[in-house]
């Protein structure tokens, strides 16, 4: 069994706690067991804070991805 690793929040600096752990085979049901542990900053008001940071980031990735594939299209045409 592995060792729980403690990580400090990326804003405030606190230990972050364990919220939840679950296990997933991916797309279909198909491929290796994952096992995902999902831990938060104890402080909720710093957590809504980061996970709105990582919100904007995961937009704008999306944002980039789609224009980088319109461009694509765009020289195919």
């Not at 096992?35 to 909720?44: F, G, I, L, N, R």
């Not at 980061?50 to 694509?72: G, I, T, W, Y």
Request: proline letters at 1%.
């Amino acid at each position: 069994m592995q060792k729980q690793e403690f990580t400090e929040c990326i804003r405030c600096g606190k230990i972050r706690i364990f919220q939840k752990k679950w296990k997933d085979r991916g797309e279909n049901g198909k491929g290796t067991l994952m096992t995902y542990e999902q831990s938060v900053c104890p402080d909720q008001e710093c957590q809504k804070i980061v996970d709105a940071k990582f919100q904007e980031m995961r937009d704008r990735r999306e944002l980039m991805e789609n224009r980088k594939k319109s461009v694509v299209l765009a020289k195919k045409n």
